[in-house]
């Protein structure tokens, strides 16, 4: 509708005024959708590559639509470095400066992403051909500061996972099965969330980047901080802990990915992470947040 008629079907029919903002709406929808321009191979492959831009987090939740539309071949995966972020980050300074992925983090994903069965190649996108972008979430029509990032790619490319399952595998690393694994990023904090309760419990180990580490000190002064060397490593620890405790952001990615016990602080601005299967719980609110962590300590 143009300016003319918006005012006057606003003065004269509000009912048809509405129906005509509902089909704009709708088909500003349609235009920006892209799943018609993707492409699927005609042909059975022993592998099918993939190509992602990052987050971190959002690679691992793109594996169940990876695993489901390569079936039984492997899949090559091809990382795009250095591609600038798409959203604002609300506190702090976001740790790759701007971009969503980048050379070191490439380096510490890679060990993590070669450990499973079907990924044979995780390397650098160099222009190489490519089965299915991965990247077309990021030109979604859909709202994604809501819903599950997981099925953002289910919806655009006609697949289907159980997402209540495990979809990473490694090996527990039982030296931490007594402690609770705590990861808390600068941003998606929950308002009126308070940690300190938790100083009431022993064994307490913080992953993340040193800046959050330093923000969770001043909390939970007896917590103590544990580097990784690459994110392998990072999931095996999750993968042995009591229970973790994370927010949106790429560690708790690891621990749903692998369905251990743990807490998701969701951010009710930004509902993007979802919770599924078993040993999973989520909070809004501080009195939900220490009873779920009650009833985990008490568990053996």
Same mark, same amino acid.
């Given at each position: 509708?143009?300016?003319?008629?918006?005012?006057?079907?606003?003065?004269?029919?509000?009912?048809?005024?509405?129906? @005509?903002?509902?089909?704009?709406?709708?088909?500003?929808?349609?235009?920006?959708?892209?799943?018609?321009?993707?492409?699927?191979?005609?042909?059975t492959?022993?592998?099918?590559?993939?190509?992602?831009s990052?987050?971190?987090?959002?690679?691992?939740?793109?594996?169940?639509?990876?695993y489901?539309?390569?079936?039984?071949?492997?899949?090559?995966?091809?990382?795009?470095?250095?591609?600038p972020m798409?959203?604002?980050?609300?506190?702090?300074?976001h740790?790759?400066?701007?971009?969503?992925?980048?050379?070191?983090?490439?380096?510490?994903?890679?060990?993590?992403?070669?450990?499973?069965?079907?990924?044979?190649?995780?390397?650098?996108?160099?222009?190489?051909?490519?089965?299915?972008?991965?990247?077309?979430? @990021?030109?979604?029509?859909?709202?994604?500061?809501?819903?599950?990032?997981?099925?953002?790619y289910?919806?655009?490319?006609?697949?289907?996972?159980?997402?209540?399952?495990?979809?990473?595998?490694?090996?527990?690393?039982?030296?931490?099965?007594d402690?609770?694994?705590?990861? @808390?990023?600068?941003?998606?904090?929950?308002?009126?969330?308070?940690?300190?309760?938790?100083?009431?419990? @022993?064994?307490?180990?913080?992953?993340g980047?040193?800046?959050?580490?330093?923000?969770?000190k001043?909390?939970?002064?007896?917590?103590?901080?544990?580097?990784?060397?690459?994110?392998?490593e990072?999931?095996?620890?999750?993968?042995?802990?009591?229970?973790?405790?994370?927010?949106?952001?790429?560690?708790f990615s690891?621990?749903?990915?692998?369905?251990?016990?743990?807490?998701?602080?969701?951010?009710?601005?930004?509902?993007n992470?979802?919770?599924?299967g078993?040993?999973?719980y989520?909070?809004?609110?501080?009195?939900?947040?220490?009873?779920?962590?009650?009833?985990?300590?008490?568990?053996?």
């Amino acid at each position: 509708m143009n300016f003319f008629t918006k005012t006057f079907l606003k003065a004269t029919d509000r009912d048809e005024y509405h129906k @005509r903002k509902l089909e704009e709406r709708d088909q500003e929808f349609l235009d920006k959708a892209i799943t018609s321009k993707i492409t699927f191979p005609a042909d059975t492959k022993p592998a099918y590559s993939f190509k992602h831009s990052g987050n971190a987090g959002d690679i691992i939740y793109s594996l169940p639509a990876a695993y489901a539309l390569s079936e039984n071949s492997s899949i090559e995966l091809f990382l795009n470095l250095d591609q600038p972020m798409n959203f604002a980050v609300e506190r702090g300074k976001h740790p790759l400066n701007g971009v969503m992925l980048n050379r070191n983090m490439l380096s510490m994903l890679q060990p993590l992403l070669l450990a499973q069965s079907k990924i044979e190649t995780c390397d650098i996108y160099k222009d190489q051909s490519i089965d299915y972008d991965l990247d077309v979430i @990021r030109k979604s029509p859909f709202q994604t500061h809501s819903g599950s990032i997981a099925r953002w790619y289910f919806l655009h490319f006609g697949v289907n996972a159980d997402l209540g399952k495990p979809w990473l595998t490694v090996t527990a690393n039982n030296s931490f099965n007594d402690y609770i694994v705590i990861a @808390r990023s600068l941003g998606y904090h929950s308002p009126g969330i308070d940690y300190s309760f938790l100083n009431k419990y @022993r064994k307490l180990i913080f992953v993340g980047v040193p800046d959050e580490f330093k923000e969770m000190k001043q909390v939970l002064p007896a917590i103590t901080y544990q580097p990784v060397s690459n994110f392998l490593e990072l999931a095996e620890l999750i993968a042995g802990c009591k229970f973790f405790i994370g927010n949106q952001s790429f560690p708790f990615s690891l621990a749903e990915a692998l369905k251990v016990k743990r807490i998701l602080e969701v951010y009710y601005i930004c509902p993007n992470v979802i919770v599924e299967g078993i040993n999973g719980y989520d909070f809004c609110f501080q009195a939900q947040f220490e009873r779920i962590v009650s009833k985990l300590q008490r568990q053996q």
